[in-house]
């Protein structure tokens, strides 16, 4: 990829057993040198810190992402 950008939304979520409540919803979004735009994940988390983001990150270099440009 040549770019990735993570980006992270507070939403309202309804649940059967709980009802509506906040998560964050954390997106990432990869674009190849090509140009070409790929959702590469989205995680619901119950709240948005920075380590919700290193995990994301983590996750997505153990599915094979390398060698980020920017």
Do not use: C, H, T
């Amino acid at each position: 990829m040549a770019f990735v950008s993570l980006d992270g939304l507070v939403l309202k979520l309804f649940q059967e057993e709980e009802g509506v409540g906040r998560v964050s919803v954390y997106v990432a979004i990869g674009v190849s040198p090509a140009g070409e735009r790929k959702v590469l994940g989205y995680w619901l988390f119950p709240s948005e810190n920075a380590f919700r983001g290193e995990s994301v990150l983590r996750e997505l270099r153990e599915r094979g992402l390398e060698q980020v440009l920017l």
